[in-house]
């Protein structure tokens, strides 16, 4: 990769930039901020201010022959992600990048009830968050078919890492599910995942699709008590359904809401991934030997 681009150069796109800077490859990072842009250019990245909202600032985007990670979510609401179009219809003929890197995420499969999840599973999206994601991985299929630009596709489980530990809702007391009733949840560090995105631009062929977990599911109360533990908070309250329904975010609640056990078979072998950490105890020790166990 002589050439990269990231669409979204935050938290993961930063670690992905380091990546391929170590490699003494040009990066370009899209953002929206001059704030972002300082920090960008500290790293050695080349900041692009840019909103995938307002297609007029997406011109001239330095694409052509490039590898480009699409790590932006979509917007807020709806079932579609218009970005992933907006940025598409951005770049003329001719400008075409070499391949797209697109970083979308398990919750397009919906609730398997616990069942394991394969890239063969059939998506069925069960809130509008999983349904814009599918929506974006299909538009980036279709424009890649007519554009002839492989297209590459990780469907990514919950990133943990330093700076989204769950520390203010440990601190706060915030309640979580009683672990009889809390579904299995997947989850990925987000160095591990950063590595999985360079390995795909280097070993994903067009039509790819990656499952992108450390292969051992936990549910989200387990997650949160070892967090408190190896923090030395208490461990939250258990609460039934019915409090949560009450007391949590409509989102924490979607997480709730489905099971999965996902197979990541196919991104250890054909991306030769080796993790760095294997599972959530290995990742937590990390952290905390590091002193980066912050929220």
């Known amino acids: 990769m002589n050439n990269v681009l990231i669409i979204g150069c935050g938290y993961i796109g930063k670690r992905v930039a380091g990546l391929v800077l170590a490699d003494k490859a040009s990066v370009y990072g899209l953002i929206r901020s001059q704030e972002s842009a300082a920090e960008l250019e500290a790293l050695g990245v080349r900041p692009i201010v840019a909103n995938l909202d307002d297609p007029a600032t997406l011109q001239g985007l330095p694409t052509q022959g490039a590898t480009v990670f699409y790590l932006a979510p979509p917007p807020g609401g709806g079932n579609s992600d218009p970005r992933v179009r907006n940025f598409c219809a951005a770049i003329p003929p001719g400008e075409e990048p070499e391949k797209v890197i697109y970083m979308s995420t398990s919750g397009v499969y919906g609730d398997s009830g616990g069942e394991l999840v394969t890239e063969e599973t059939p998506p069925n999206p069960q809130t509008s968050r999983g349904n ?164």
């Open 132 to 295: 814009r994601r599918l929506d974006a991985e299909s538009a980036f299929r279709e424009w890649g078919r007519g554009r002839n630009v492989a297209v590459v596709i990780l469907r990514v489980t919950g990133i943990y890492g330093p700076g989204r530990f769950p520390v203010s809702q440990l601190a706060s007391g915030q309640p979580v599910l009683e672990e009889r009733l809390a579904p299995l949840t997947n989850r990925i560090h987000a160095d591990d995942l950063a590595r999985v995105c360079l390995a795909a631009a280097e070993k994903g062929e067009d039509g790819d699709l990656f499952n992108v977990s450390d292969g051992h599911p936990t549910t989200m109360t387990h997650y949160f008590d070892a967090v408190a533990d190896l923090l030395g908070y208490p461990r939250p309250r258990q609460v039934s359904m019915e409090e949560a329904r009450r007391v949590m975010s409509p989102l924490m609640l979607s997480y709730m809401s489905e099971a999965r056990r996902l197979d990541n078979s196919r991104m250890l072998e054909k991306l030769g991934i080796e993790l760095l950490y294997p599972d959530l105890e290995a990742g937590l020790k990390a952290e905390r030997k590091r002193g980066r166990l912050e929220g």
